[in-house]
């Protein structure tokens, strides 16, 4: 990497907007609950108290609840504290509304998870009175959607490292502009962990080397850090200065997978399994279908509560799409298995994506209809709603909740600009 490359690139103060709601998971909760508001509250993945911690309101964050907390040791902690589970499709519906906030700016909008995002300010707009009055007016939009009780952190900087740096910093309900004066200041202020992509393993290597603070590494030229720390060593001297060398890109999906983690039930029979099974495969064909691809490699892995795991896997087999035809390689696949144990975690991977079709000899086969039948619940369930339609196998235990909150891949992709 070659120094001259960036440092050719023109650095503005007010090219990136970074936009991090705050506790949102726990703000969502609050704003959909009333009897919640002004109480530490704290969404947990289930209702058990060995159950973790996904998010915490700020009261709860002031008695030393974290992402990862146990219930039992939160309770502890905060004896007052409130805790529900989560709500997953309440999330993603705040997203979107949000994303379509950012999206009605003039900005490019770039999604980082479901809670966060940067923008990326065109350059007839990179001043400071332009850049400003867009985030009032982010922020009173947000108001009059959800007053105060959703409300997000904005950093503006020159790239979207720096500019995550100051949202965090100004959290909650803050907003900080970092200008390339400013930084040397604004670093002296932090440690080094406390830095976007710092763990405690590279402060180490960091340390070995004499760099013990961000300003220290702030310093250092950029042939010490090239010399000791490589291509990331130079990105490191770059993204402190303000230069983008963070931008994301979507790559070419090569897999799609689907996952779900037990609660209290924990099924250990094969037929109590496809209940599960069947619901993933309906995830997965979903959206094959909206994606346009096919799949014809697919990989299972089943996880037990005793810490051990089956995998299976079949490559190069027949083009499959619709629910039945996955559930039916999972199935034949599971078959091989002669004892299952409590099961903790079922994941199903597909892979050997493909938008061509195999062309059959025959028309109006089984499969054909099968076919045609998926994909008419699929034009359904994108009109009325996901929930309106599902295998009747997946609904042995109505008590069970197969809706989980994941990375939301796809929701990112639905609500971004790439």
């Given at each position: 990497?070659?120094?001259?490359?960036?440092?050719?690139?023109?650095?503005?103060?007010y090219s990136t907007i970074y936009i991090d709601m705050d506790s949102?998971?726990?703000s969502v909760e609050q704003f959909y609950d009333k009897s919640l508001r002004g109480k530490p509250v704290a969404v947990a993945t289930g209702n058990s108290r060995g159950s973790s911690i996904v998010a915490a309101s700020y009261d709860a964050k002031a008695k030393g609840i974290k992402t990862g907390t146990r219930v039992y040791r939160a309770l502890e902690l905060c004896p007052n504290l409130v805790v529900v589970e989560d709500s997953p499709d309440r999330y993603r519906q705040v997203h979107r509304e949000f994303m379509a906030i950012f999206h009605n700016t003039f900005c490019k909008v770039i999604p980082k998870g479901i809670d966060e995002a940067f923008l990326k300010v065109p350059s007839y707009a990179q001043n400071r009175g332009e850049v400003f009055a867009l985030v009032k007016a982010i922020k009173a939009s947000l108001y009059n959607l959800y007053n105060e009780?959703?409300?997000?952190?904005?950093?503006?900087?020159?790239n979207s490292w720096l500019a995550k740096q100051a949202a965090s910093y100004s959290k909650?309900?803050?907003?900080?502009s970092l200008t390339s004066g400013e930084v040397s200041n604004f670093y002296k202020g932090l440690t080094l962990t406390s830095l976007t992509g710092i763990g405690d393993r590279m402060a180490r290597q960091f340390a070995?080397?004499?760099?013990?603070?961000?300003?220290?590494?702030?310093?250092?030229?950029?042939?010490?850090?090239g010399t000791n720390f490589g291509v990331n060593g130079h990105k490191w001297y770059l993204r402190l200065r303000g230069y983008e060398v963070d931008m994301?890109?979507?790559?070419?999906?090569?897999?799609?997978?689907?996952?779900v983690t037990m609660g209290l039930y924990k099924p250990s029979t094969l037929k109590e399994i496809t209940t599960?099974?069947?619901?993933?495969?309906e995830n997965l064909s979903s959206r094959l279908v909206k994606k346009s691809l096919n799949s014809n490699s697919l990989e299972i892995i089943v996880y037990f509560c005793d810490r051990t795991r089956a995998t299976f896997k079949i490559e190069n087999t027949a083009y499959m799409q619709d629910t039945n035809s996955i559930k039916s390689v999972c199935i034949m696949l599971l078959n091989k298995h002669k004892y299952f144990k409590e099961v903790l975690k079922i994941c199903v991977a597909l892979y050997g994506l493909s938008a061509v079709w195999q062309v059959g000899l025959f028309e109006n086969t089984e499969s054909d209809r099968l076919e045609r039948a998926a994909r008419a619940v699929h034009l359904i369930r994108n009109r009325y709603g996901s929930g309106t339609s599902a295998s009747a196998a997946s609904y042995f235990e109505s008590s069970i909740s197969l809706n989980r909150v994941g990375f939301a891949g796809d929701l990112l992709k639905e609500t971004g600009s790439l």
């Open positions: 990497m070659k120094a001259e490359n960036f440092i050719r690139q023109e650095v503005c103060d949102f998971f726990a009780h959703i409300d997000c952190s904005i950093g503006v900087a020159s909650p309900k803050g907003f900080i070995n080397h004499a760099i013990y603070t961000p300003t220290d590494l702030y310093n250092a030229s950029w042939k010490y850090l994301p890109s979507y790559k070419q999906q090569k897999s799609i997978s689907n996952q599960f099974v069947t619901k993933i495969c």
